[in-house]
């Protein structure tokens, strides 16, 4: 019973195409991330949303536009895909309480931009 | 100078051998210190938690934080090749929704 799950797992594309990402939390959490890994594995904060709502928004590019349904799913579109976008990209979950607040991590999608 | 800073490895020892992770940092406001554990291709999973100063031990990991010297270490007793994996030290300053920084991780490797 998977708690954070990202759809695909993997995606191959070519530059200038437009893709999206899913992901889904059965957590209950009220707050969900998307996470950028580079080649180096450096793991850096995206967007944060609460309940629907942008609390971060990183420097990102703006062909980045995350959507929020509801709290338990947060997507990623991406548009005019560029070679630097390759990585993995990493949605979380977790509380947005100010107790202990693990965030889950999904398994990664592996995006790759030829 | 980079938020947080922590040595990339790979580091490789024995199996049996006692491991020191450490990272430090420049934001004075962080107050929850983590680590997590990345095996290949996988996601990270929380390993350690510490709120402010001090130390926390659960089984052969123990996490100790010096807020003092901007300063944190994760120690895991007797490694096993299955401990083979990156590490990654990660803090924040106020509730969940403030989203983690991270360290660039540290790759570690068990020999056995």
């Known amino acids: 019973d998977t708690a954070v799950s990202q759809t695909p797992k993997y995606l191959v594309t070519q530059m200038g195409n437009d893709k999206s990402i899913k992901c889904e939390q059965n957590?209950?959490?009220?707050?969900m991330y998307w996470y950028k890994q580079d080649s180096k594995k450096f793991l850096k904060i995206m967007f944060s949303?609460?309940?629907?709502?942008?609390?971060i928004n990183e420097t990102v590019p703006n062909r980045f536009s995350p959507k929020s349904p509801d709290k338990a799913h947060l997507n990623l579109h991406i548009n005019s895909l560029e070679l630097g976008d390759s990585a993995v990209y990493f949605c979380?979950?977790?509380?947005?309480?100010?107790?202990?607040?693990?965030?889950?991590f999904g398994q990664g999608t592996r995006l790759t931009v030829v | 100078q980079k938020e947080v800073e922590q040595d990339p490895g790979p580091l490789s020892v024995p199996e049996g051998a006692i491991v020191s992770l450490n990272c430090t940092y420049s934001?004075?406001?962080?107050?929850?210190f983590m680590w997590y554990r990345q095996y290949s291709r996988k996601g990270p999973e929380l390993l350690m938690y510490?709120?402010?100063?001090g130390n926390k031990e659960d089984g052969r990991f123990t996490a100790q934080v010096d807020k003092s010297s901007k300063y944190i270490s994760l120690f895991i007793r007797d490694s096993q090749p299955s401990d083979s994996a990156t590490y990654l030290c990660?803090?924040?300053?106020?509730?969940?929704?403030?989203?983690?920084?991270f360290g660039k991780g540290t790759h570690l490797i068990i020999q056995p």
């Open positions: 979380a979950s977790s509380l947005s309480g100010w107790e202990d607040t693990e965030a889950f």
């Open positions: 957590l209950g959490h009220d707050t």
């Open positions: 949303y609460n309940n629907k709502e942008l609390i």
């Open positions: 934001n004075s406001a962080f107050q929850y």
């Open positions: 510490t709120y402010s100063s």
């Open positions: 990660a803090m924040r300053s106020g509730g969940g929704a403030d989203g983690l920084t």
